[in-house]
């Protein structure tokens, strides 16, 4: 496996919370620091929670990373028009000595 | 303000090669590691290669090894991606990225576009 898996799609009404997860191994998840990227509409990635769970500055507590052994989940609380994005986990691989990348997951604002 | 601008992209003919450059302002380039991150038109992200701010340290992605290198002049603050023989697959926006904390990419450039087609 070369990469980290995420759910293609993940959607929600104004105000509801979405989680979004990411699959990894020992050899990345299992041993690594996760951090989450988010890609608006036509523009470059922004890092949106490194550490696992650390928001970098001007983030919102609204975005929340947790991880737990092989796999790690980012929420969105209170749901936001503008949150409509891809949002991408990566970690350190061991075993392949380089970064992987989630597969992505776009978020809907219904 | 801290920026990355990448430059370099264009269209080249498969087996062709091109040199892609970043530019790093306003942080001390030396001290940190630094990346390439591609995005096939349509599709997630990859990372293809990093280096150490020293630049002895080096990573490649199996999908680029041996016919990519990357390299970078601190004197001149400037990232650099030598790619040769390349293939279709390998079009995509390219992503200039520092390393920042616990190997989070902290920031990106706003991408140099590489289309490999005949």
């Known amino acids: 496996q070369s990469v980290l898996t995420q759910p293609p799609s993940a959607s929600g009404t104004p105000g509801q919370r979405v989680t979004i997860s990411c699959s990894g191994r020992?050899?990345?998840?299992?041993?690594?620091?996760v951090n989450w990227y988010q890609q608006l509409p036509g523009t470059a990635p922004k890092l949106l929670i490194y550490?696992?769970?650390q928001r970098p500055s001007g983030v919102p507590d609204r975005f929340a990373g947790s991880k737990s052994g092989t796999s790690a989940s980012l929420a969105i609380s209170g749901l936001q028009s503008e949150d409509e994005a891809d949002y991408f986990c990566a970690a350190w691989d061991d075993s392949l000595n380089g970064f992987l990348f989630g597969t992505g997951t776009k978020v809907t604002v219904l | 303000e801290v920026q990355l601008v990448e430059s370099g992209g264009g269209l080249v003919q498969p087996g062709g090669s091109l040199r892609l450059s970043c530019a790093a302002s306003e942080f001390t380039f030396r001290k940190y590691a630094m990346s390439w991150v591609r995005q096939a038109p349509g599709e997630g992200l990859e990372w293809v290669s990093g280096?150490?701010?020293?630049?002895?340290?080096?990573y490649y992605a199996d999908s680029v090894q041996g016919r990519f290198t990357i390299s970078r002049d601190n004197s001149k603050n400037t990232l650099y991606l030598q790619m040769n023989s390349l293939r279709a697959e390998d079009t995509a926006v390219y992503y200039c990225v520092k390393e920042g904390p616990r190997d989070a990419f902290d920031i990106w450039g706003q991408g140099t576009m590489v289309t490999v087609s005949s």
């Open positions: 550490t696992n769970d």
């Open positions: 020992n050899s990345n998840i299992g041993r690594k620091t």
């Open positions: 280096i150490s701010g020293s630049g002895n340290n080096i």
